[in-house]
């Protein structure tokens, strides 16, 4: 079913973007590590520029997922039941069982980071201290895909420290060991940062501490999410699996239980704070509620062995196969809808459309350059640079005129295309960032008008404008209106600036 979505359904706005990023040879980029190009970039060396070129990779990512999160069950049960919920529970789940065949850094981070978690599991079972050298190797790749994986550094920590072993491990040289694997493997990143004055750190820093006025609705944005991507009923079940998870780790010391239910608890109460007053990114969360899954399998399993009351034996087992019954039938309605419904249930509203028809803006543009002599494209929102990028497959220059801090290190786009010769502007009609090019000589000269359409509902309305007296500065200054990061919405302030050397 992923791969029919992948190779069906139209790519997303960041899914182009980060295609985009595979067209590059960068070290890394100012928003995420570069995991996620390298593995755009695989799949489309086996499928080409295709939706399924772009997603294959983040398929296979979830069914290695998947096949951790059944090995660690394996390994704590030897309960086959147990393993075939630890498979089922995120085939459940709204966000595993499909969205993960939607590109993102967190599809590229999620099956690094549960094999490093496998590999403390496997460091347990075996006693064998190698195991610490592996769980570095995967921290360093999950570095490389996403910087909130820190977040599982309290869950390592608790692992080594809070269990009797933990004099052993502080003498031993083995867990430092793993952590010059992790910032070795990792140093892409740093290596980028330190030569662009740390600008992904600083903004990801400026993220994490932003703080608006209290909000209860940004508090139920981020729920609902959570009970929309995870489940209804999956989502009590995995939350009330890492509260017992956690209190027989804790009180018995178990390593295991330890490591999953501290990797679920302190992420989630993080971004369950930071909601409060900030909203947070629908993929945000997402790394955590794998550890979560093996956490309500293994219970299960324990369950099983009298380590419960006869009564909680029974909701408890009850609960997790009414939770994988009632949630993977919605998955597949979600599937259909996406690929299949000739319905929009939502109208302007519809998430889905919102992102729809650009391949008909693309075409548009293409007839109105033919007629008027312009050679390139110029726009100021991302998603439009992507998207036009991704239907245009680089047939013409396209520039994104403003943030030029997201493409540090690019390649040149077409520098003689560009200059001295008209171009064309498209921006929505709400573009609040056309007044930028009114500090320039730029004239523009209305085209067309084009509206992006979704199973007969007209989305967004779009302006194209002849562009002329004016050749973008690809390399602006740091600090300077058409170099600086935007606020992305989430409180940070607009004139925050990222410095370049």
């Known amino acids: 079913m992923r ?19 595979s067209k590059e040879s ?43 999160l059944a090995d660690i069950v394996r390994r704590v049960t030897q309960d086959l039941r147990a393993m075939l919920v630890a498979v089922l529970l995120p085939e459940a789940a709204l966000y595993y069982g499909l969205l993960t065949a939607k590109v993102a850094p967190d599809v590229a981070m999620i099956p690094f980071a549960m094999a490093m978690i496998w590999s403390l599991v496997r460091l347990v079972e075996s006693d064998d201290n190698s195991w610490w050298l592996a769980a570095g190797l995967f921290a360093g790749l999950a570095l490389l895909s996403k910087l909130t994986v820190v977040m599982l550094v309290p869950a390592i920590l608790a692992f080594m420290l809070v269990p009797a072993w933990r004099g052993r491990w502080l003498r031993s040289p083995y867990p430092w060991l793993a952590v010059l694997i992790a910032f070795a493997v990792s140093s892409p990143v740093l290596i980028w940062n330190a030569g662009h004055d740390w600008a992904s750190f600083k903004f990801q820093f400026i993220r994490a501490t932003t703080n608006n006025e209290i909000s209860l609705r940004t508090v139920g944005d981020f729920l609902g999410l959570q009970f929309g991507q995870v489940g209804l009923i999956v989502l009590p079940v995995v939350l009330s699996a890492i509260v017992l998870t956690a209190w027989r780790g804790y009180s018995r010391r178990e390593p295991v239980a330890i490591l999953l239910s501290t990797a ?40 099983g062995r009298g380590q419960f009351s006869p009564g909680m034996l029974k909701s408890g087992v009850a609960w997790t ?104 502007y498209i921006a929505q009609v709400t573009d609040d960032d056309r007044s930028l090019l009114a500090s320039t000589p730029a004239v523009l000269a209305p085209l067309a008008t084009v509206e992006t359409m979704f199973r007969g509902v007209a989305m967004k309305t779009y302006r194209i404008e002849k562009l002329t007296g004016w050749t973008p500065e690809l390399n602006p200054a740091p600090g300077t209106p058409f170099y600086r990061w935007p606020n992305l919405a989430m409180g940070i302030s607009p004139n925050y600036q990222v410095a370049s050397r």
């Open 321 to 424: 196969y009414g939770a994988i019954a009632s949630g993977i039938p919605l998955v597949v309605l979600v599937f259909l809808y996406c690929v299949a419904s000739p319905w929009n249930l939502i109208g302007k509203n519809d998430p889905i459309g919102g992102e729809a028809g650009y391949a008909a803006l693309a075409d548009r543009a293409v007839a109105e350059m033919q007629t008027s002599g312009a050679t390139w494209i110029a726009t100021t929102d991302y998603r439009t640079y992507a998207m036009l990028r991704w239907h245009l497959k680089d047939r013409v220059p396209v520039i994104q005129i403003n943030q030029r801090a997201r493409f540090l290190g690019f390649r040149d786009p077409g520098v003689a295309v560009i200059r001295d010769h008209a171009g064309l």
């Open 264 to 303: 679920v608890l302190v992420p989630f109460g993080y971004f369950l704070w930071k909601s409060l007053t900030l909203r947070v990114g629908d993929t945000w969360p997402m790394f955590l509620w794998p550890p979560a899954f093996a956490a309500a399998a293994i219970n299960v399993s324990m369950i």
């Open 26 to 68: 960068v070290l890394s980029f100012l928003d995420h590590p570069p995991m996620i190009a390298w593995f755009i970039r695989a799949g489309t060396a086996i499928f080409g520029d295709t939706g399924l070129g772009v997603r294959f990779m983040g398929i296979v990512g979830m069914l290695v997922t998947q096949g951790l």
């Open 3 to 21: 791969l029919v979505y992948a190779g069906l359904f139209e790519l997303r706005t960041d899914e182009a973007y980060y295609w985009t990023w």
